[in-house]
């Protein structure tokens, strides 16, 4: 789904709303619990309030494969449902960081913003970083995720001229041999994998482990999984493309597969 993009009066107006839909601060650490597992955190817990010593909520990433939890990471959460118009100041990052063992990784989450201080002062630990979530970056990864949000349609004429514009463009390849789009949907994303075409599939070698393709006019050699019908070894390439972005929130798009020749080649359409 395409997201009109947001202008500031946009974001006042939502992050507003995000504000006064929370009754406390106890019903926006509630929230953040789903908001910090669709982000990836395992385990994650709201502290009891009495006794958290500054700390509103507790998870951890897993580590490498699950192998072993020698790797995994903690995460400290702080989370303030402040009135937009009143920011976070430096003494509220320190405290967080005052009660996090070494090691760890602090968030802290906000409906307002950050001081410059405060912003500065995430940055000053690098064995107890703090990352920082104001109440814009929080629409944007719940539009990414898609919590908490309804979508209206909206006519769009740009739209309807690309895909006409697109399609114009394909029929002047007539050297294309193939040609064929698959939709890379959030599940195929968060399992980190490519879908493969039936029609793509079909011609390549059976016995291949590896395939060899061009994504965005860059060579890749990627596995695959004859049974699930997938490109793996495909996370680098989606970061790469924005497809995984660094707060690790999933854009969906459309993947456009050609073979030119002995080449398969496939460019990421959002």
Known sequence: MNVIDLNDKDYEELIFKFYTYFKNAFDFEKFLKPFLTTNGLDEVTVTRRTRDGGIDLIGKRRGLGGFSNEDDVKYYVQ???????????????????????????????????????????????????????????????CIDNELGMLYKPVFSKISIDNLISREKELTKNISDSIHVEKLISKNDIRARILPIPSVILETIPPKSNKLKVYINKKEEILNINWERKYLGGITKIYRDNGIITSENSFSTCISDWRIKGDKIIIEFLK
Do not use: H, Q, W, Y
Not at 116 to 128: C, Q, V
């Open 79 to 141: 989370a303030k449902r402040n009135n937009p118009k009143n920011k976070v100041d430096v003494k509220k990052i320190r405290e967080l960081r005052g009660v996090m063992p070494s090691s760890t990784k602090g968030l802290f989450i906000t409906t307002s913003d950050f001081t410059k201080n405060a912003k500065e002062e995430a940055l000053k630990d690098s064995f107890r970083p703090i990352i920082l979530i104001n109440g814009k970056r929080l629409i944007d990864n």
